[in-house]
Every structure is written in C-alpha cells, then in structure tokens.
C-alpha cells in the first residue's frame, strides 16, 4: 500500500494538539487521540456518546514504548513475538508511573493495548511522541467501520480528520486476551483462539458473562443497525433482509451474501458492510441463516449475537 506521507503529517498535526483523528487498522478504523491527554481522550467519549466505564484501547508501534506504560510478563512476549503487529489486544497491569489518561481506563489499574499492523497507522505510530488511544470509529453500540465511508456516515462533519486507508482487510475488532492472571479471552475477534492455544499448548477460557467491564467489547448490546436480527433462521419473513454464509442458485432481492462459498475470513471481512447496506436500505428486520461456529464463525456469531441485543 503507498504511504501518502503528507497525510499522515496532518494527522500527527492534530494529535499533537489533542484533536481527534480517524485511522485505519487491520481490524476496523479507531477513532484516536493522544492517550496521554486528558482532553483528546474525554473528546472520544464525546464523539462516540461512549459509556464512561467502557475502557478504550492503546494503540502502540512496539513493546518497548508499551514498556513505559505497562508492566510486561512472559505470556505477553510468547504473544507478541508470534502474532504482533496484529488483530490482538493484551490486558495488562498499568505501571504508577504511567503518563496514560485516567479517562483511558476509568481509573482502573489494567490497560487494553494492541499494536495495529496497517502500514499507515504503523508509520503514524512511529512518528508520534505518544501512543493512541483509538476505539472503533463509530457511535457507541452501533456498527463498526470498516473504511472511510463508514466513518463519515457515522459522523459527518464531527472528526477533524480521517486518515484514508482502504477498507480493513480482517473487518472485525481484535481478540481481547487477559494476561495479568492465568490468561483468559475476553473477546473473539480477528485472531482465532485456537492459534492463540497452540502457543500456551491448552486451551484457555473464555469469559462470555463478565460482572466486571474491564476491557471493550463486554457490554451486551454492541455491533447494531438498529434494527431486530433473528439468528438460525430456515424461514424469514417477506419484510426481512436474508443474511447468508454462502451464495445460493436462487438469488433474490432481499438475499445478502457474506461470501461466494461460505469461506468464512471473506465472510468475516464483509460482515460490517453487509449489514451497513441493509441498514441503508428499505427493510424492517434481518433474518441470518446459520453460520459455523467454528473459527472465525465464532466471531461472527458473537457481533450478530451481541447487535440481536436491539
């Protein structure tokens, strides 16, 4: 991907004043700001009508800026050596020292942080003085967006700046792993669990009915369109959108098709345009055939379970 270094300069630009910037990652476009600013930050929550107590991640170019911040353990080398830069997110326990926003983490003593792998972000990253603080780029419960169309139809005149990328080529957030205790997942995302257990050699838990926010992506309603999804479904009704894994001989209006032959990264990757089209679109309802629940079809059933929630 060509890196327009003139872009990425005005970024930097309004970062550095605490303005607000949307980016492309891998998994979704963030909405950043510095993380180290109390201001930048309390404009995230303000621009995406963020619930307080819902923790942002801290997007970082490697671990030894993270260092400053966090404390780091053997867990977390193991995973950052095999899937970093990448669709992962690390729970990790904040150092007293840490110059991160307390705006960040609702004056929790754990920090989420990933290192994005676009090229772009990447570069941006590496300029900056500051890591960023970037959850997904939409209004809070709704859809996530997946490139700059989306961001603009989410926020119109709102955001300073969106750092042009392309669409992101996972298209679903990033796996939320818990490493200060015995590591647990605490949310699917772009990075299959099994990968992550073959590194740990057994399988790790994986937290479905949190009591505690402690990390993004743990609130019951998330991923909507704002209308009511039927999951599993073999008969719909004529109102309905039909959401499918794999294209059918009959093709009709109301059919949406994930992927040509169910293959479920392509299907993981058009999920949150799809359902962005039917939104847009004359329908009451979205009735989704069954999907695997195996690999990323795991994830993909966790974002329609939670955006059913409406």
């Not at 290192?115 to 603080?133: N, S, V, Y």
């Not at 647990?184 to 009591?211: A, D, S, W, Y």
Request: with cysteine; charged share 30%; proline share 5%.
């Amino acid at each position: 991907m060509r890196i327009n270094l003139a872009n990425i300069k005005k970024a930097e630009k309004l970062l550095n004043k605490s303005e607000c910037v949307a980016i492309p990652t891998e998994t979704v476009y963030g909405l950043a700001g510095n993380a180290y600013s109390d201001q930048a930050c309390k404009k995230i929550f303000k621009l995406k009508k963020r619930p307080k107590n819902n923790p942002l991640i801290v997007h970082y170019y490697n671990y030894q800026k993270l260092a400053k911040d966090c404390n780091l353990n053997d867990n977390f080398y193991k995973l950052y050596k095999k899937f970093c830069p990448g669709p992962i997110t690390f729970i990790l326990r904040l150092r007293k020292k840490s110059k991160i926003s307390k705006f960040v983490t609702n004056k929790k003593k754990s920090l989420a942080v990933r290192f994005p792998r676009h090229p772009i972000t990447r570069t941006l990253l590496k300029k900056l003085t500051f890591p960023l603080a970037a959850p997904s780029a939409n209004i809070s419960s709704k859809l996530s967006a997946v490139c700059t169309s989306d961001v603009k139809e989410e926020f119109g005149k709102k955001i300073k700046y969106i750092l042009e990328g392309g669409k992101s080529s996972i298209g679903l957030e990033s796996t939320i792993i818990d490493l200060r205790y015995t590591p647990k997942i605490l949310r699917l995302g772009g990075l299959e669990v099994t990968q992550i257990q073959k590194i740990f050699r057994q399988k790790i838990f994986i937290v479905k009915n949190p009591l505690k926010v402690i990390s993004p992506g743990q609130f019951k309603l998330h991923y909507s369109p704002d209308m009511p999804i039927r999951l599993n479904v073999k008969k719909i009704n004529s109102s309905e959108a039909f959401l499918l894994i794999r294209k059918k001989k009959e093709n009709k209006p109301n059919y949406f098709y994930l992927s040509k032959n169910g293959n479920l990264k392509e299907a993981a990757k058009n999920l949150y345009t799809t359902l962005r089209k039917i939104k847009n679109s004359k329908y009451d309802s979205i009735a989704v055939s069954k999907i695997p629940e195996k690999g990323l079809g795991k994830t993909i059933n966790d974002r329609l379970k939670r955006a059913s929630k409406f």
